[in-house]
């Protein structure tokens, strides 16, 4: 399996553009993941889906930030208009054992916003 | 709201030595707690997976111990090599339901050769 995918893998934008972040999970996983990775704020969960369904997005930090997961095999997120501050590490993770829960984690992408 | 600390934020060692790396969260309701490795520019590998009902898990020089009343983990390390040089990050699973993992902002370790 190729693992998780994520695209870009970097991305560098204006304030104030839209951006987007594409995930294609491991197949047969049913929960998949968006976290981002700062290093003042550590690894944060911004939002879950399992089975295609938001689950929790307690995370996300505003109304500029949305994500979506059309299908079991590709899931977005997107941030419109982007702000220096979101400049971070988003990664993409996927999971399917329900009884561990362990999750697979894509390279990320890196997101410059200046 | 689960809290996880790790220290120490960095590490640096000669090879060879045993190291001990440090996590403790604060809600001890966990399911399970997890080890991941991260390289530079790269995305996390899981290292070790502990249920809440057991005490460690050991996988080649590695060794993770959980005391879930106490709210603590360590990740055992024996005779390090260079390529153990990475940051180490401790998440932990709290119960209830949710799949949201907590994590620690990790150790940066650094073995010279």
């Known amino acids: 399996d190729a693992g998780v995918i994520q695209s870009p893998r970097h991305e560098v934008t204006e304030m104030g553009q839209e951006v987007t972040l594409r995930c294609k999970p491991i197949s047969g996983h049913n929960s998949l993941f968006w976290y981002r990775q700062t290093m003042m704020r550590g690894l944060e969960l911004l939002i879950y889906?399992?089975?295609?369904?938001?689950?929790?997005d307690s995370g996300m930090p505003e109304d500029r930030f949305s994500a979506k997961m059309p299908n079991a095999s590709f899931s977005t997120l997107k941030i419109q208009p982007s702000e220096p501050r979101d400049s971070a590490v988003y990664f993409c993770?996927?999971?399917?054992?329900?009884?561990?829960?362990?999750?697979?984690f894509g390279p990320g992408t890196r997101l410059t916003v200046t | 709201k689960q809290e996880v600390t790790q220290i120490p934020a960095a590490l640096s060692v000669p090879e060879g030595e045993n190291l001990v790396l440090n996590c403790s969260f604060t809600d001890s309701a966990i399911y399970n707690l997890q080890w991941f490795r991260q390289d530079p520019g790269k995305g996390l590998t899981s290292l070790l997976l502990i249920q809440s009902s057991q005490r460690e898990q050991t996988s080649g020089r590695l060794n993770a111990s959980l005391d879930k009343s106490s709210g603590r983990s360590t990740l055992y390390i024996a005779a390090s090599q260079p390529g153990d040089s990475a940051t180490y990050l401790c998440?932990?699973?709290?119960?209830?339901?949710?799949?949201?993992?907590?994590f620690g902002k990790g150790t940066k370790l650094t073995v010279n050769p």
């Open positions: 889906f399992n089975n295609n369904v938001p689950i929790d």
């Open positions: 993770a996927s999971s399917w054992d329900r009884s561990s829960y362990e999750q697979y």
């Open positions: 998440a932990v699973l709290t119960q209830g339901g949710s799949e949201k993992l907590v």
